[in-house]
């Protein structure tokens, strides 16, 4: 599966973003897919993920109750949806995908979010 991140962008403290993820290849049903985010400077880390089939979602402590990742089998796409930003969200973010059992071996460009004070 090729995966390709979009939605990016620069918002001011307590803005929103919804980054998308589009998927070519065929089964992206059977992938769970998932977003991580790299700062400069920083270790990468895994902030939401979504099982295939949807049933199982996990989300990073630092950004519960703000982000939502979701997926749309049928249009193969995969969204991650985040509310009330902070500065400490900036960060390049990758949209990723892994079949049952393996590691996350799936991985789209990244695209840059900005969060200013």
């Known amino acids: 599966v090729q995966l390709q991140a979009s939605g990016g962008g620069s918002v001011q403290t307590g803005g929103s973003l919804r980054l998308s993820c589009s998927a070519s290849?065929?089964?992206?049903?059977?992938?769970?897919v998932g977003w991580f985010r790299q700062a400069p400077g920083k270790e990468r880390e895994i902030v939401a993920s979504m099982s295939w089939g949807g049933g199982r979602t996990t989300y990073a402590d630092s950004v519960k109750g703000r982000f939502t990742i979701a997926r749309d089998d049928a249009k193969k796409m995969a969204y991650l949806q985040m509310n009330s930003l902070r500065p400490e969200d900036t960060a390049t973010y990758y949209c990723v995908a892994q079949q049952i059992g393996t590691h996350w071996g799936y991985w789209g460009q990244g695209t840059q979010v900005t969060v200013s004070s």
């Open positions: 290849g065929r089964a992206f049903r059977n992938y769970s």
